[in-house]
C-alpha cells in the first residue's frame, strides 16, 4: 500500500522561510517522479513544483520560481519542498505527489496523492 505522509506545515510570516516534507513509502521510491501541488480555498489544486526520478530535472510553476526549492533523497524516500520569501497568496494546502511518469506530474495525472499539510502565510 502507497503512503505519501507530508509534514512542515504552519503559520508563517510574509517574507518568511518553511520546509515542507512528503516521507514515501510501499513504492520503489527512485523509480519515481515526484510532486507538490496546493490548493487554497476556493480554487482548483495546481502544480507547484516537479522533479524527476534521480533529482536531476526539477520544474516550477511560474508563480514559485526562483522563491521554492524541491529535492529528493532516494536513500531516505523523501520528498522536500523549500519555501523562501512566501507570501501570502503561498497560503494553500500542499499536497505530495507520486507517479511513474515525469510527465504526467506536471499536469497532476498522477497516482498517489498524499494527505495535504496546511501552510498559512500571515502577518
Known amino acids: 500500500q502507497v503512503q505519501l505522509v507530508e509534514s512542515g506545515g504552519g503559520l508563517v510570516q510574509p517574507g518568511g522561510s518553511l520546509r515542507l516534507s512528503c516521507a514515501a513509502s510501499?513504492?520503489?521510491?527512485?523509480?519515481?517522479?515526484m510532486g507538490w501541488f496546493r490548493q487554497a480555498p476556493g480554487k482548483e489544486r495546481e502544480f507547484v513544483a516537479a522533479?524527476?526520478?534521480?533529482?536531476?530535472?526539477?520544474a516550477y510553476a511560474d508563480s514559485v520560481k526562483g522563491r521554492f526549492t524541491i529535492g529528493r533523497d532516494n536513500a531516505k524516500n523523501m520528498v522536500y519542498l523549500q519555501m523562501n520569501t512566501v507570501k501570502v497568496e503561498d497560503t494553500a494546502v500542499y499536497y505530495c505527489?507520486?507517479?511513474?511518469?515525469?510527465?504526467?506530474?506536471?499536469?497532476?495525472?498522477?497516482?498517489?496523492w498524499g494527505q495535504g499539510t496546511q501552510v498559512t502565510v500571515s502577518s
Open positions: 505527489a507520486a507517479d511513474a511518469a515525469f510527465q504526467s506530474v506536471l499536469p497532476g495525472i498522477v497516482a498517489y
Open positions: 510501499g513504492l520503489t521510491f527512485s523509480s519515481v517522479a
Open positions: 522533479i524527476n526520478w534521480s533529482g536531476e530535472y526539477p
